[in-house]
């Protein structure tokens, strides 16, 4: 490869002039815009412990007021980018959201796409337009770009999930904005009812209150049973995972970022090749030695950590007993869309 002319074997009197016309040379960071071969992420192999961090949380539940926060939430934020950028990849950001007893966190809506995915606590719920979404452990609730959408707790223990949004891409548009207000639905169907079975849709007497979103709660209880079930029928070897899809369409739930959920079988040890989309991967249950490119996280339930694009993965279940369940995130959508999508073997 050519070597490159630097900035500095330029004259100072040129790249002044150059600078008060806001142009700038090209060639001493060509490599970096185009390194060769693959690119050179901010994103690093991170992981965050929820043994660290709940109680953090739990002690923003004392220190900071609902209605101080609006959303009291701990991001988790990678340190490739900088703490400050509160992103977990390029496109993907996590939070730790907690709600306490009684508490409300207001409607709003904005551009970002959100999803939740409940990691402990009974008696809180999202309404999503119009829809009264209970939150119980382990089941996905989306909250697509411009719902209204606001939280709710009438239970008597502290409730905390997951937040997904692609927020860091959305800001990085500049198209990063909420509306806050009084929200203007009408009440919808508890989705996941009219969607229950793989394979029928409801016929078209039935009226879908927003056909680009028709199901909005996947319960835990229903992507369980199917993972058990696909491992019966899945040869040993290949992934047991079911992806969460618009049920009218059989295409990714959301526009930007995928959802999926994959069981690892006792003893069972899964390897993703790379790809070029980033991933994160947050543990349901049972525990997971993950391989992220060379660095090695040992998660316990309720784990999350992040895979850099371009980078193998590996997840062994450490138990010879019972299955571990995963959720994962990853930015595929965008990718696919952008024709920028890569797996290398
Ligand atoms: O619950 O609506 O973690 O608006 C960040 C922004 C959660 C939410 C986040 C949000 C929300």
């Not at 926060?69 to 996590?94: C, D, F, T």
């Not at 595929?332 to 869309?337: C, D, Q, V």
Request: with cysteine; aromatic share 6%; net charge negative.
């Amino acid at each position: 490869m050519l070597e490159l002319g630097r900035l500095e074997d330029l004259p100072a009197d040129y790249v002044s002039a150059l600078t008060a016309q806001n142009l700038v040379p090209l060639w001493p960071s060509l490599r970096a815009v185009l390194p060769p071969g693959k690119p050179g992420p901010r994103t690093r192999p991170a992981a965050w412990s929820y043994e660290a961090l709940r109680p953090l949380l739990m002690k923003a539940g004392e220190l900071t007021p609902i209605e101080k926060a609006e959303r009291r939430v701990l991001v988790l934020a990678n340190p490739g980018h900088g703490l400050e950028k509160m992103q977990a990849s390029s496109a993907i950001y996590l939070g730790m959201q907690l709600l306490l007893p009684g508490e409300i966190a207001p409607a709003h809506r904005h551009t970002p796409n959100a999803v939740r995915m409940i990691v402990e606590g009974e008696g809180a719920y999202t309404t999503v337009d119009g829809e009264k979404c209970p939150m119980r452990r382990g089941d996905l609730i989306l909250t697509p770009t411009g719902l209204w959408h606001e939280h709710g707790h009438d239970g008597t223990d502290p409730v905390v999930w997951l937040d997904v949004l692609d927020l860091p891409l959305v800001y990085y548009m500049e198209a990063s904005y909420v509306i806050e207000g009084t929200p203007d639905f009408t009440a919808r169907e508890a989705s996941e009812r009219a969607y229950l079975r793989g394979g029928v849709v409801p016929s078209p007497v039935f009226t879908r209150a927003s056909p680009r979103y028709p199901m909005l709660r996947y319960p835990w209880v229903e992507v369980r049973a199917a993972l058990l079930a696909l491992s019966e029928v899945t040869p040993t070897g290949e992934a047991v995972q079911v992806a969460y899809v618009n049920p009218e369409t059989g295409a990714e739930c959301q526009n930007i970022l995928g959802f999926s959920a994959l069981m690892l079988r006792p003893g069972e040890t899964l390897t993703l090749p790379a790809r070029s989309p980033a991933a994160v991967f947050h543990l349901i249950e049972g525990g997971v030695d993950a391989r992220i490119g060379e660095t090695p996280f040992s998660l316990a339930e309720a784990d999350t950590c992040c895979a850099p694009g371009y980078t193998p993965v590996s997840l062994a279940n450490r138990s010879a007993d019972t299955p571990a369940f995963v959720f994962v995130a990853d930015e595929a959508p965008l990718h696919k869309k952008l024709g920028l999508h890569e797996v290398r073997a």
